[in-house]
């Protein structure tokens, strides 16, 4: 049994991590790993650009981030595209796909400690956790920074809390993760500058989960950077977007303008 294999089909614009088996003149046949089906990835849908070679796109046995773009579950057909993921997209996929399988990873070595069949402990551990977390491995995470009680509070049995904690603990090294953009924020007014010094500061003052931070400085008036750091993408990028939306507010409010752009 896989934790992270799943036997429905994806939906459509989903991204999806793939194998690249076979190479062909015309494409591209891969498996997704996440469903154990095959899909076809199109020369068209491979880049923006000219492709001349598609090996100096894709090499066989690669993992690649696809986007889904027809799903025909009756002929079996996946259609898939690489050029119509961005490189955000890609790596904040490519994260999640890695921190699935190490949760399984984890799994598996809890149900060896305890003996306890794999079966079982998906629907004790695996199942709440993502009920609770979004993530298995999210779940998994904070117990490494918290200890046992978020399992407990999430209805695992403490034996099996207690053992995945230790597990995650010895396996899972915290780290953050960082999130960007760039804020054009300008006022006409006499004291344009204290106005917009004034709507940053508000922007800085959102409220952030412990292990954030907000990091907000000029590049050159009216551009301003803005960098949000916290434990996973999902709460990173929940602050930037509070943050940018924060900042342009204010100055509106304060008769400037302001648009925030993203990278």
Not at 15 to 21: E, K
Not at 186 to 205: N, S
Request: with cysteine; proline share 4%.
């Amino acid at each position: 049994m896989s934790f992270t294999k799943r036997e429905d089909w994806p939906e459509l614009g989903e991204l999806v991590v793939a194998s690249v088996n076979r190479i062909m003149d015309y494409g591209v046949y891969v498996t997704l790993d996440e469903y154990g089906r095959e899909g076809f990835l199109h020369i068209s849908e491979i880049s923006s650009s000219w492709v001349k070679n598609i090996r100096d796109f894709v090499r066989e046995g690669e993992k690649v981030v696809l986007k889904v773009l027809r799903v025909d579950p009756e002929k079996g057909h996946i259609d898939l595209s690489l050029r119509r993921v961005t490189k955000r997209e890609k790596r904040e996929k490519m994260l999640l796909w890695k921190q699935s399988k190490k949760a399984e990873s984890l799994m598996r070595s809890v149900s060896q400690r305890l003996r306890v069949p794999i079966e079982e402990l998906y629907e004790k551990a695996w199942v709440p956790l993502e009920k609770a977390f979004g993530t298995a491995y999210d779940g998994l995470e904070k117990a490494a920074r918290e200890g046992a009680e978020p399992l407990l509070k999430s209805g695992i049995p403490k034996e099996l809390a207690e053992a995945l904690t230790s597990v995650a603990k010895d396996r899972i090294r915290i780290t953050s993760v960082k999130v960007k953009g760039t804020l054009k924020i300008a006022c006409t007014k006499p004291d344009g500058v204290l106005r917009i010094k004034k709507a940053l500061m508000e922007a800085k003052r959102v409220k952030v989960p412990s292990g954030s931070n907000i990091k907000i400085y000029a590049v050159s008036p009216p551009k301003y950077r803005v960098e949000v750091t916290a434990l996973d993408f999902k709460t990173a990028n929940s602050i930037l977007q509070r943050v940018s939306e924060a900042a342009v507010r204010g100055i509106k409010e304060a008769g400037g303008e302001g648009e925030f752009k993203r990278g």
